[in-house]
């Protein structure tokens, strides 16, 4: 007995096409109609099992299409274990995130891992059941439909690029099935290997050196692009993408609503290129974007793609893709310059770089975040930084050495993650308010947390909240007392909740004011339709150059999101207030809730301030 409804149907009938086309290109005119067809049939029979109060759901998304881009819309990311304890317990914190206004939660990986070490849960080995010490697929559910009733979405990481190398696809690949050993990149000897790795990149060249890993079982080389645990799975063989659709919509089904692309970029490989951003990538988005529309249209898709600022926009979707790849895409560009503004104290590297970035589809958003669960790398191009007269490497080395402490005057406190001899990198850990000076005892740390959030907030897109960020923790100098954690430095910024039994709500206390402060700007951003994500982005040349000037275009008039990335007082010029047509009486600063202090025509913003102002008297 099926379920089919009209609007199914009608789903069906509009974006079959699209799909069969998306696969054409993929695997050719031969071979697409079958794998459409195979997914047609995935499609049906998960939507003929959706809940009903999940298709009420999509119907709500469908009639409401930007409840992500909208201003009174922001995120939480955590770990289930380290936020509250088991998805039982993530439920009973649920008013925690409602009262600080989150609309969506990021749990990180919650699928069964391997045993042992398994890169914080993305090495997955089962994809239909959630590891064991969190619960059971029951709790998902349930998580779901608390969540769902507080208003907020849940976010999963849908690791797509690899499995444990426990998965039971990668056993029966070690046992002989050639099919699953069809799932994989297996290479007899090192002939193809080499000439892949003459041009790959290493994403853990201290841990995981190398792509490729000798599995003595498999008498073979497998393409490990990240721990030799974490097997590369074959996005060429059409079954993969029939499986992946299954699994997503198998997920969707018990309540999740946004799914984390994790390493999307590296999921199409190409000899003599690095294996990352390939077209086809973009074209295997689309193919599963348009299976979950069909199936499950209140789903949407983020995209985890930690590339650099040129191939960052397709991932949103450019030309013929705008509005058919992912919904959400992590600002990489913007996250990264909000350290290097911080640490320069010059935003004129910021404004050029992201002057590059174009206009995401107004479908679409940015995640834009100052930092998540992972380190920091210094995606900086070497043409931005010539454009405005700064070595790269040199940059990029300052960066480092600031933010691990070594530059003379730093206030920062992180880690080095992952030193790269070969090209000089080095990556860093450390949680937002260590590296922002607070456990340096700098006494503009917490006015640095607030700016970087308060950046994140006003850009336009989607902000997301590291846990623990909002109460200014600290990195965790027991991170490697767990022998699975000792050799991944990453753990320093991945410390446990501080819940205190002592006061009513659980929260610790806000002694840097910085929950307070926090709070403060999400509740001035709802109320400001200026920030909706639809509204486009404009970063304009700084003219001081402290300070950062982003203008957000909406019909109500502009508002000028103005950061001074500095511990000096700075200047919003004159010009800037008479371009936009804001030099009138009715200026006024939604964060301080009052008219700008004005010298001759310009705006004053003290040491590390942010003002959003626009004209009160035109809305
Ligand atoms: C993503 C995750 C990172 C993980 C990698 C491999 O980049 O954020 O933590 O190591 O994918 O799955």
């Known amino acids: ?9 009608d789903r069906l009938l509009a974006w079959e096409p699209d799909l069969h086309a998306t696969l054409q290109r993929v695997y050719g005119p031969g071979a697409a109609r079958d794998v459409t067809d195979r997914l047609v049939a995935i499609v049906r029979a998960a939507h003929a099992a959706r809940p009903d109060d999940l298709r009420e759901l999509d ?9 992500f881009q909208r201003p009174s819309m922001v995120g939480y990311a955590a770990y289930a274990d380290r936020f509250a304890g088991t ?32 890169d914080g849960g993305y090495a997955v080995m089962d994809y239909r059941s959630v590891r064991p010490d969190l619960g059971a697929v029951d709790d998902l559910r349930t998580l779901t439909t608390t969540l769902r009733a507080e208003g907020i979405s849940l976010c999963l990481d849908l690791v797509l690029n690899h499995v444990a190398r426990e998965h039971e696809w990668a056993a029966a690949a070690r046992a002989g099935d050639p099919d699953r050993r069809a799932y994989f990149h297996v290479y007899d000897d090192r002939e193809l290997p080499d000439a892949y790795e003459a041009s790959l990149p290493e994403v853990f060249p201290d841990f995981a050196p190398g792509n490729f890993t000798w599995d003595d079982e498999l008498a073979a080389w497998v393409w490990t692009t990240f721990n030799d645990y974490q097997w590369d799975v074959n996005w060429s063989n059409p079954a993969v993408l029939c499986e992946y659709a299954d699994i997503i919509l198998a997920l969707a089904n018990l309540g999740v609503e946004v799914f984390r692309l994790d390493a999307i970029a590296f999921i199409w490989k190409r000899l003599g290129t690095t294996c990352q951003n390939q077209p086809e990538v973009h074209e295997l988005t689309r193919a599963l974007r348009t299976v979950a529309r069909i199936a499950a249209p209140a789903v949407v898709f983020k995209a985890e793609a930690i590339v650099g600022p040129a191939d960052l926009p397709a991932y949103l979707g450019v030309g013929d893709h705008a509005g058919r790849v992912s919904d959400l895409a992590y600002h990489n560009g913007l996250m990264v310059q909000i350290w290097s503004m911080l640490a320069s104290g010059d935003t004129r ?5 992201l002057q590059q970035v174009p206009q995401p589809p ?21 043409e931005d930084a010539h454009a405005v007269g700064i070595d790269p490497y040199a940059h990029r080395r300052f960066l480092s050495d600031w933010y691990s402490g070594a530059h003379p005057g730093s206030w920062a406190r992180g880690l080095v993650f992952q030193q790269n001899e070969a090209t000089g990198d080095r990556r860093i850990s450390g949680t937002l308010a260590s590296l922002a000076g607070l456990e340096a005892g700098d006494p503009d740390a917490a006015a640095r947390i607030l700016w970087a959030h308060a950046v994140i907030l006003g850009f336009g897109g989607l902000p997301l909240i590291w846990m623990g960020d909002e109460l ?17 430095n990453r753990w320093v910024h991945r410390p446990m909740m501080p819940w205190d039994p002592a006061s009513a709500s659980g929260a610790h206390d806000d002694q840097h004011g910085i929950g307070a402060g926090l709070r403060h700007l999400l509740d001035v951003r709802r109320g400001l339709p200026h920030l909706h994500a639809a509204s486009p982005t404009e970063v304009w040349d700084p003219r001081d150059p402290g300070v950062l000037l982003v203008v957000r275009r909406h019909p109500l008039g502009p508002l000028l999101a103005a950061s001074n990335a500095t511990g000096e007082e700075a200047w919003v010029a004159a010009d800037v207030l008479h371009w936009l047509g804001l030099h009138t009486d009715g200026l006024h600063d939604a964060i301080s809730e009052s008219a700008p202090e004005l010298r001759e025509g310009a705006v004053r913003l003290a040491p590390y301030a942010t003002a959003w102002l626009y004209d009160s008297g035109a809305s």
């Open 87 to 118: 998805l039982h317990d993530v439920g009973e914190r649920s008013s925690y995130l409602r009262d600080l206004g989150v609309g969506y939660l990021h749990l990180m990986p919650l699928l069964a891992p391997r045993p042992g070490e398994n």
């Open 472 to 488: 200014g923790l600290l990195n965790d100098q027991g991170w490697a007392d767990d022998p699975a954690h000792a050799a991944d």
């Open 362 to 382: 107004s479908t679409t958003a940015w995640a834009t975040y100052v930092r998540c669960h992972d380190d920091i790398g210094w995606a900086i191009s070497d």
């Open 1 to 9: 007995m099926t379920r089919l409804d009209a609007g199914f149907e």
């Open 349 to 353: 590297l910021a404004a050029h770089a």
């Open 59 to 67: 119907e709500r998304r469908l009639r409401e299409a930007d409840w």
